[in-house]
């Protein structure tokens, strides 16, 4: 074990048996608990979605990151590494979004599977989400950083999280094989008929161009043929230089655009900016990489919450 693994671990191990107590994580989807099921870890909200979709009364699905917080600037407490060490399970989302996963990973007890979703589905380049898009799935050439880490907003890329879900859980409990098949089965429908009100409502607009202030939304925009334009880039903390900013209102001036959307859960100020310079309305769209405890409360869900971002963008590009 080189210094850096001995290091995180060591101090894992050095406050269990320390017994520091540790703030828990608010608003965690489901709370810790003594149930014997194996239990899973997951990191995203579309990755907890997916897996307590599949996982059904079989697993305890836990998440990581707190809800209501930017998942882009998440780092894990000692006590949620201890929790992941705890896990029979760990999956995180890859592709560069958790920059702390990777170090975590190779600090995990052996008896604690680890699996990094962007392997198994369909990625593209960070710098091809506004134009023509090159699809990248095999495993050797992966360039962790290049890619948009903002796949689950392809439909299709749930569909596949989905069936691997559905493989290694059936691996990790046998006996419940055929529920995950039959659980897995229901959810791919319900995202194939999802994936349809896309195709349809989508399909007849009179503008194209998704403009926001961050640049989560390259996969929705590619598996729906529209553009996507951004003041910032993949990461939320970014800061914006002036120049981008001119860029974009001279961008929504010149195309009539009459809604610029900014991300729920970050700060809304450049998107009100550019409201207040040409007009449009600023209006929130959810890339899903975690929700509000409110939108917890209301039983929304990454079906609920993706229709909710179709009507929007509807009535955003005067879609019939």
Not at 93 to 104: D, I, K, N
Not at 232 to 237: E, Q, R, T, V
Request: net charge negative; aromatic share 6%; glycine share 4%.
């Amino acid at each position: 074990m080189d210094l850096k693994k001995e290091t995180v671990f060591g101090a894992v191990i050095a406050a269990a048996v320390a017994g520091v107590v540790f703030f828990a994580p608010s608003g965690a989807p489901k709370a810790e608990s003594s149930s014997s099921l194996p239990s899973v870890s997951v990191s995203t909200f579309s990755l907890y979605e997916s897996a307590r979709a599949v996982a059904g009364e079989g697993l305890e699905i836990r998440t990581i990151i707190p809800l209501g917080s930017d998942a882009h600037m998440f780092s894990p407490t000692p006590k949620e590494v201890a929790r992941i060490g705890n896990s029979s399970l760990f999956v995180y989302s890859g592709a560069g979004f958790e920059s702390w996963a990777e170090p975590l990973r190779a600090s995990l007890p052996q008896n604690v599977e680890v699996l990094d979703m962007s392997k198994h589905v369909k990625l593209i380049r960070s710098e091809e989400t506004h134009a023509a898009h090159h699809e990248e799935s095999h495993e050797d050439e992966h360039d962790r950083g290049a890619y948009d880490p903002h796949y689950w907003l392809d439909i299709d890329n749930m569909i596949l999280m989905t069936r691997k879900l559905e493989a290694e859980f059936s691996k990790l409990s046998p006996a419940n094989a055929d529920l995950f098949h039959k659980n897995a089965a229901a959810y791919v429908a319900e995202l194939q008929k999802l994936k349809s009100e896309y195709a349809n409502g989508l399909k007849e607009c009179r503008s194209r161009l998704l403009v926001s202030n961050h640049d989560a939304f390259g996969y929705l925009a590619r598996s729906n043929s529209l553009e996507s334009v951004s003041v910032i880039g993949l990461s939320s903390d970014e800061q914006p230089s002036a120049k981008n900013i001119a860029d974009i209102v001279a961008l929504v001036k010149e195309h009539g655009v009459k809604t610029v959307f900014f991300e729920a859960l970050i700060n809304d100020n450049v998107a009100q900016t550019i409201s207040r310079e040409t007009g449009a309305r600023a209006v929130s769209l959810q890339p899903l990489e975690n929700i509000s405890e409110d939108e917890l409360k209301s039983r929304e869900t990454y079906l609920s919450v993706m229709r909710q971002n179709l009507h929007k963008l509807r009535e955003a590009m005067e879609c019939r």
